[in-house]
């Protein structure tokens, strides 16, 4: 079985955000698929190790904000690679919009935002994918929603390699977020602590 055939498939980007005991908080995802318009009913996938996650099952009210190609590194760095177990993700950030649900819209670097409840939520194990019906949704700008192929080839920088040197260090870095492991052998059962990713993401790179 060829994985990289996983790749293949279209995935846009989205900041979801959350507001549970008076915090937000927000992480980016790439799985938001309308599933039927009457209800409205869309479903996402969130990763049980974001903070979000939790966060989410919580409060059952949530903002997806639609990235568009426009989108600066900073957005996903912002959202991306940090945790909101320790830091304020929307601190010093004045691109949002506050929607009728209480959770924060971004207004940069995205086009589009739908607010939602949770209806129904199934247990994927390492993911949860919510069942949500759409309570409100707005168009921001008619810059193109970017695809996470998109993001690959034209907003992450691009990673430099260096080549081969006699006492150089191995280093592996995550081909989603850049995140860099010093080791010579990267264990299998890695997990990028930034983006979550695991060891099947990372290059290998000589310094
Ligand atoms: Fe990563």
Known sequence: ????AMQKLSYGLFVLSVKTGGKDNACIINTVTQVTSKPNCIVL??????YTHDLLMQSGKFTASVISENADFSLFKRFGFTSG???NKF???SGVKRTQN??????EGTCAYLSGKIVHNVDMGTHTLFIAEVTEAEIFSETPPATYAYYHQQIKPKPEKIGETSDGKTIWRCTICGYEYVGEELPEDFICPLCKHPASDFEKIIK
């Open 1 to 4: 079985m060829n994985h990289k």
């Open 45 to 50: 996938a969130v990763n049980k190790a974001n």
């Open 85 to 87: 177990k320790d830091t």
């Open 91 to 93: 601190a010093e950030f």
């Open 102 to 107: 209480g959770t924060l819209a971004v207004t």
